[in-house]
């Protein structure tokens, strides 16, 4: 399958200004460029809330944001980024997840699990999974006791989100 012509013209663009292929870089230089790449974003809205917590898991701990974009949201959307369990972070994802929070009015809760090669399969979808715990426990002060909670995520954050909605039916976090 072809890359569509905007992704094409984008690696033409940096090959012929010297660009290193992304396959030849360092994982750092990758995490760079990820960042970098998230400024294209654009501008982010101003929400009315923005509050940053910590989640302990057994084997270390992870970092959420939640993003109000109003008092009363109409429901909690938990997103998993995208970066291939490799790259990515809550600021990366920063600029998109205020974004949806402004259009769905819901409360947007930015997951920033931890990533590979540091942290070896399954510590991403656990943490995943303990994140959506977190906001279950915690519905009622994001939004309403009974708001409808939704995960979501882009690349490698739509599998998470996928593999954490079965995990949820399949256990208690997922019974109402």
Do not use: Q
């Not at 084997?59 to 949201?73: C, H, K, T």
């Not at 994802?93 to 070896?120: F, M, N, Q, W």
Request: aromatic content about 6%.
């Amino acid at each position: 399958m072809g890359l569509d012509l905007a992704t094409t013209e984008f690696l033409e663009r940096m090959a012929a200004a010297g660009g290193k292929p992304l396959r030849e870089s360092t994982l750092e230089e990758v995490r760079v460029f990820g960042s970098a790449m998230a400024g294209l974003a654009g501008p982010a809205p101003d929400m009315v809330r923005v509050e940053e917590t910590t989640v302990e898991v057994p084997d270390g701990a992870f970092d959420l944001r939640i993003l109000g974009p109003v008092e009363s949201p109409r429901g909690v959307l938990v997103y998993f980024h995208g970066g291939g369990w490799v790259i990515g972070s809550i600021d990366d994802s920063d600029t998109i997840a205020r974004k949806l929070a402004e259009r769905t009015s819901c409360a947007v809760v930015v997951v920033g699990y931890r990533l590979a090669p540091e942290h070896r399969y399954p510590a991403a979808v656990d943490d995943a999974y303990a994140a959506l715990e977190w906001v279950k426990e915690h519905l009622a002060d994001i939004a309403y006791e009974d708001a409808p909670l939704i995960v979501a995520g882009d690349s490698a954050g739509g599998n998470l989100a996928a593999v954490t909605a079965i995990r949820a039916r399949e256990t208690e976090a997922g019974r109402p």
